[in-house]
């Protein structure tokens, strides 16, 4: 009798189990193509052998494209399985951002990325309501696409690209004569980067990509966006360093953020200027940037309120950093507060 009752309970688990699999959603189902006659704005479709390829697409905004065009992004691969969608949104050339969607609602990583799962892993056809804002007379929205194999890099689409390193799809919608005029410089003014825990519970890492700040404990997906840190050292003081370069008897990013262990980090380089705050102030476009050169140092020490920061970037871009406080040592709430302008 307990033998057939066992039997029994363990066939209960079993059913249940399989109507649990088979029950299961991808979120995404949504944006896939149920309807083959179905009409869009835009067509993208990107493929690993490169046939019937429409990877470079463009759309005039008009009065028919109303706030969203709706875009047709298919991606087939032939010899790697795809894990993540990447989309990128450049509004009027002032620097690409993680596309978030608005409209539909989707499965993302907690990086922004679109989750493929399911039966979407070697080919996908979505449809992707993209945003066509009605305030831009002239210039440009510019959507990038790409796949990868594992978690990728909103700045690096060389990362895990399932397709080939170069590989993306574009989308550009048309303002008038397509012309975009901006600084070419993005600003962030304010930011406080706090003395590291050795819990990871202090917001120590900013992204330039994205001007967020980051606490170490939350570096097993973002770790790879950090460009720099602070710390204060014994002897050092007050310091940036990048992620690449963070030493590691202050934090060991690897084990406080449990990253992967094929991370690869970002490098930064500093060197302390001869610019006065006054005319960090008056840096008002990119081209004012250009006298930057990359130093070989990844960390810069010894900081104190009116310093002037210059520094290369992992992906080349230049820029200036102004310490306009640094507040007690490497104590809980201790932090140093600093401006940036960087190009875009």
């Not at 006659?37 to 067509?43: C, I, Q």
């Not at 840190?229 to 002897?235: D, Q, V």
């Not at 310093?307 to 950093?321: C, M, T």
Request: glycine share 8%; net charge negative; with cysteine.
């Amino acid at each position: 009798m307990n033998k057939i009752f066992k039997f029994k309970a363990v066939l209960v688990l079993i059913i249940a189990a399989g109507l649990s699999f088979s029950c299961s959603k991808d979120d995404n189902d949504d944006l896939v193509i149920t309807d083959p006659t179905s009409e869009f704005d835009a067509e993208l479709i990107v493929t690993e052998d490169n046939v019937g390829n429409k990877r470079e697409v463009s759309v005039n905004a008009d009065s028919n494209t109303g706030s969203t065009i709706k875009a047709k992004v298919k991606f087939s691969s032939t010899t790697k399985s795809m894990r993540r969608l990447y989309i990128t949104q450049d509004i009027g050339g002032v620097g690409e951002e993680p596309f978030v969607f608005t409209s539909q609602e989707v499965d993302e990583k907690p990086d922004g990325s679109l989750d493929l799962v399911g039966d979407d892993k070697k080919d996908f056809e979505f449809q992707i309501n993209l945003d066509a804002p009605a305030n831009l007379t002239n210039g440009t929205v510019v959507y990038k696409f790409w796949a990868t194999t594992g978690r990728g890099d909103f700045r690096d689409i060389t990362k895990r690209n399932a397709l080939g390193d170069d590989v993306i799809g574009t989308i550009t919608i048309k303002y008038g004569n397509g012309n975009n005029s901006n600084s070419g410089i993005h600003v962030y003014e304010g930011i406080q980067l706090f003395a590291p825990l050795a819990d990871g519970s202090s917001s120590t890492f900013l992204s330039l990509y994205n001007n967020s700040v980051y606490k170490i404990n939350q570096g097993e997906e973002y770790a790879a966006l950090w460009d720099f840190g602070y710390y204060y050292g014994a002897s050092g003081k007050a310091s940036l360093s990048s992620t690449d370069d963070y030493p590691s008897n202050i934090i060991n990013i690897a084990t406080v953020a449990n990253t992967p262990a094929d991370e690869v980090f970002n490098k930064a380089y500093f060197s302390l200027s001869t610019k006065t705050t006054a005319e960090f102030d008056a840096i008002s476009n990119a081209t004012d940037l250009d006298f930057v050169t990359q130093s070989t140092n990844q960390t810069i020490n010894s900081l104190s309120a009116g310093d002037v920061v210059e520094f290369v970037d992992n992906y080349g871009k230049k820029g200036l950093i102004k310490v306009t406080e640094v507040s007690g040592t490497f104590g809980t709430g201790d932090f140093i507060k600093i401006d940036i302008k960087v190009q875009l």
